[in-house]
Every structure is written in C-alpha cells, then in structure tokens.
C-alpha cells in the first residue's frame, strides 16, 4: 500500500444488498472485503467494501462507527459510510430427477417462484433444470413473468446430475456482467448420474467462481457436499 494511503480521510461505501441480515448477525464481526479504492479526491480516500456475516450474506445496518481503518498499524478516520445495492444475477438451479415427483417438485417450484418474484428491478436470473442432463430453461433476465413460467412448466423425470449442474451454472454466471452473482440450488438427492463431472471437479469449479451458493435440501437426502 502506498503512502497516499496514510490519509486521515476515509469514505467507505458499503455495498449492500436486498436480503438484509438478521439483527443477531449484524452483531458479529463481519468478514471485509475492500473491492475498489479510489484516490482522485485525495486526501479524502474512497473505498467500495463489501461486508459478509458468516454465512456469506451481506451485512445491512452498518454506520461509520461501526467501521475501522488502518494503513498498516496507523488508525485513518471515516468520516461517512454510504449504502448502495448492486444488482445481482442468480443462477436458479432446480432438480428435476424423478425422486423429485410429487410434493418435492411442487415445493421447488413454489420456492423458486417466490425468490424471483422477490428480485430486484435490475437484478436478473436464470433458470435452469437437472436431471440425466442439464439445461438452461431460460437465460438471464428481469422478466419475472418469462421466468415464472419456465418454473411453472418444470417436470420431474431422470437421475440427478448435480455435479454437472453447480458446474454448468458457474460457467453460465462467469459470462454474465454483473457486480455481484449467485447460484440458488434446490436439490432432494445424491448425484446419480452417468456425466462425467467428479464432485471434486465440480467443487473445484465452484469455489473458483468466487461467488456464493445457496443450497435448499428436500427430504433426508440431500449431498451434504453442497
């Protein structure tokens, strides 16, 4: 870090999101994550900052007096904190496989209606389903209609390839512009399924996309690897 930095003047701006914390997180000590820092008004200092309680959420509620800066060991002075929501694009990827008939699927399909339904007007989804293979139903967009629909129209029938799916919905997220990104995963079962794709690979892939998954299990069953 350069001596520009040993400024007395730092404006940090929060980058929040939609889905707030609970009250309780907000009280833990939320792991920071300094995404840009911008100079040109020095000596005032601004920094984009991303604040994540443990389970990856972004934290909400934060004021300048909950916020610490150092350059090294010497404490620098925040004088504001500003919140900004960042649109975000969702990977929604819904198992499909055929232990997934019945209340499962209709459970899935509720779930995964409500969350879009709940998006942001300059967030985006995907939808994509998986069974013996792996399909995008739908690409990303704000319809929430177009993507309703796609849900609606889900089936259940097949194995369950969801190895292949984590990995398929990180590829299709590393393409999309977008300042922040996640994959939703609703699942009932083990990977049983002929692709070729190792859980180790797929993990491999995922933890690389650097971006969060958000796994929803149905019944007692599901691979606890996600």
């Known amino acids: 870090m350069t001596n520009l930095l040993r400024s007395t003047i730092f404006v940090l701006m929060l980058s929040a999101t939609l889905c707030a914390a609970a009250p309780a997180a907000a009280q833990q000590q939320p792991a920071l994550s300094i995404t840009a820092v911008d100079p040109s008004a020095y000596p005032t200092i601004t920094a984009v ?8 959420v972004p934290v909400s ?9 150092f350059e090294g060991t010497a404490p620098l002075t925040v004088t504001g904190l500003e919140t900004e929501r960042l649109s975000l694009s969702v990977a929604v990827v819904i198992d499909v ?8 699927i209709a459970s899935a399909r509720d779930a995964a209606r409500e969350f879009v339904q ?19 139903v739908t ?10 629909a796609a849900i609606d129209g889900l089936q259940a029938a097949g194995d369950t390839s969801l190895f292949e799916a984590a990995q398929t919905a990180v590829f299709a997220l590393n393409g999309v512009e977008a300042p922040r990104k ?4 609703l699942t009932d079962g083990q ?3 002929p692709s070729p794709v ?5 993990l491999d892939v995922v933890r690389g996309g650097g971006f969060p998954v958000y796994s929803i299990g149905f019944g007692p069953g599901p691979d606890a690897s996600y």
């Open 182 to 185: 996640a994959i939703v995963l």
């Open 61 to 69: 509620g934060l004021t300048a007096d909950s916020v610490r800066a």
């Open 139 to 148: 690409p990303f967009t704000g319809d929430k209609a177009q993507l309703a």
């Open 198 to 202: 190792t859980l180790e690979g797929s």
């Open 49 to 56: 900052v991303t604040a994540l309680d443990a389970n990856g």
């Open 118 to 136: 709940n998006l942001g007007p300059a967030d985006s989804a995907s939808v994509f389903a998986f069974s013996t293979t792996v399909r995008q």
């Open 97 to 104: 496989s055929g232990s997934m008939q019945g209340e499962a």
């Open 191 to 193: 990977n049983v399924s």
